[in-house]
T-cell receptor, first 115, second 112 residues
């Protein structure tokens, strides 16, 4: 397996524009996580899915953020409209939890810059 | 509120020495604690997981301890190498909760 694949790797957009980040998890994994990482706040969990169903979105900062997982092999994180304070690295991670907690496999991340 | 603290200052050590990184937590009763390595421009990579009923876990040159009384985990890299230079993150989760709470990480530099 190629691991967790995210696209794009870099995104520069103007304030007010819609941004869509994409993630393909590892095949067979039943959990998918979206994180945001900044120097000041570190890794923050935004939302996670179990078997394509959103379980906890309490980390989503505002209604401008939304996430979907239409099937087991694809998820999107959308920001509309984007603001400069959304600039960060966004990571997608997947896990196979089975009966207990296990490691998370991260993608390479998407570095988002909103100007 | 729940809080995880890691050494905020970068750790510089000489090649061959043992690096020891600290992860302290408050207002939390984790069932699992994990350590990850992150290199610049890349996502975190899993290293070790330790459960609340385990005191110590080892993997090659890595050792993790977990003291639920002190609310602390120590991460050791023995016989350190320049290739071990990276940021190391600890993360906690409790029970059936799948959410990981993360520290800000400690930057380690191993000098040749």
């Amino acid at each position: 397996d190629a691991g967790v694949i995210q696209s794009p790797r870099h995104e520069v957009t103007e304030m007010g524009q819609e941004v869509t980040l994409r993630c393909k998890p590892i095949s067979g994994h039943d959990y998918l996580f979206w994180y945001r990482q900044t120097m000041m706040r570190g890794l923050e969990l935004l939302i996670y899915f179990n078997n394509n169903v959103p379980i906890d979105d309490s980390g989503m900062p505002e209604d401008r953020f939304s996430a979907k997982m239409p099937n087991a092999s694809f998820s999107t994180l959308k920001i509309q409209p984007s603001e400069p304070r959304d600039s960060a690295v966004y990571f997608c991670a997947s896990s196979f939890m089975g009966q207990g907690n296990t490691e998370a496999f991260f993608g390479q991340g998407t570095r988002l810059t909103v100007v | 509120s729940q809080k995880i603290e890691q050494n905020s200052e970068a750790l510089n050590i000489q090649e061959g020495k043992t690096a020891t990184l600290t992860c302290n937590y408050t207002n939390y009763s984790p069932a699992y604690l994990q350590w990850y390595r992150q290199d610049p421009g890349r996502g975190p990579v899993f290293l070790l997981l330790i459960r609340e009923n385990e005191k110590e876990k080892r993997k090659e040159r890595l050792k993790v301890t977990f003291d639920t009384t002190l609310k602390q985990s120590l991460f050791h890299i023995t016989a350190s190498q320049p290739a071990d230079s990276a940021t190391y993150l600890c993360a906690l989760t409790s029970g059936n909760n799948r959410k990981l709470i993360w520290g800000l990480g400690t930057s380690l530099a191993v000098n040749p």
